[in-house]
């Protein structure tokens, strides 16, 4: 059966500091993989889709970037974060054939 | 622009009532719904979907429906139970990509 990892579980950062967030799935081949945020009181926003090795498609213009090394690992960074990069990060995948999304157990992120 | 609306932040249902749960789109080209269970730090959990050649889509205590002329989906749990209580999120996707999701509808279901 297919898993998804995503950690850490729980990330406090000092304004400006880099960051990187990893997410790996297992029992699957070339996945679609997708970095969602769920801002305090706020729905899921699509930040970053992925359709294969190194392709890399942006939602929404921010300090945040992704990339995917491995076809099951999707990696969520920034240079230098901003209080508004605070909330809750979620990794999620579909196989290619089908539509139902998966999703990670999340990474709560505090920026102070 | 939001292409999927859940205009209810919140629902209070008592328990053993039926819970309804509504959601609005504006994109015709969606083509597959889904609805989603979360719970505080934990991810969505997929709960049903239904694609837009169906018009109802039944699990157990979960149904949804799909009004495609008026751009609106509904979820009904029927009989609502205290383990209910989460926020629920509607969502849809083209072909089952990129899929666009609600604000979300926190259910509270009292015992």
């Known amino acids: 059966s297919q898993t998804i990892h995503q950690w850490p579980a729980t990330l406090v950062q000092p304004v400006g500091s880099p960051l990187s967030l990893e997410c790996t799935v297992e029992?699957?081949?070339?996945?679609?993989l997708y970095w969602y945020r769920q801002a305090a009181g706020r729905g899921l926003q699509l930040l970053f889709y992925?359709?294969?090795?190194?392709?890399i498609s942006s939602e929404v213009p921010q300090n945040l970037s992704a990339s995917r090394p491995q076809d099951r690992q999707f990696i969520l960074s920034s240079k230098k974060l901003l209080l508004s990069d605070s909330g809750f990060y979620l990794c999620?995948?579909?196989?290619?054939?089908?539509?139902?999304?998966?999703f990670g157990p999340g990474t709560r992120l505090l920026v102070l | 622009d939001q292409q999927v609306k859940q205009n209810s932040p919140s629902l209070s249902v008592q328990e053993g009532r039926i819970s309804i749960l509504n959601c609005d789109y504006t994109?015709?080209?969606?083509?597959?719904f889904l609805w989603y269970k979360k719970y505080p730090a934990e991810g969505p959990t997929f709960l049903i979907s239904?694609?837009?050649?169906?018009d109802k889509n039944e699990d157990g205590r979960f149904t949804v429906f799909l009004n495609k002329s008026a751009k609106h989906l509904s979820l009904h749990i029927v009989p609502s139970q205290p383990g209910d209580s989460a926020v629920y999120f509607c969502?849809?996707?083209?072909?089952?990509?990129?899929?666009?999701f609600g604000a979300g509808t926190r259910l509270f279901v009292k015992a």
């Open positions: 999620a995948w579909n196989p290619t054939v089908q539509e139902t999304q998966y």
């Open positions: 029992g699957t081949s070339n996945p679609n």
């Open positions: 992925s359709v294969g090795i190194g392709q």
């Open positions: 994109n015709s080209m969606f083509d597959y």
């Open positions: 239904i694609s837009s050649i169906k």
């Open positions: 969502a849809a996707s083209v072909g089952g990509f990129k899929t666009i």
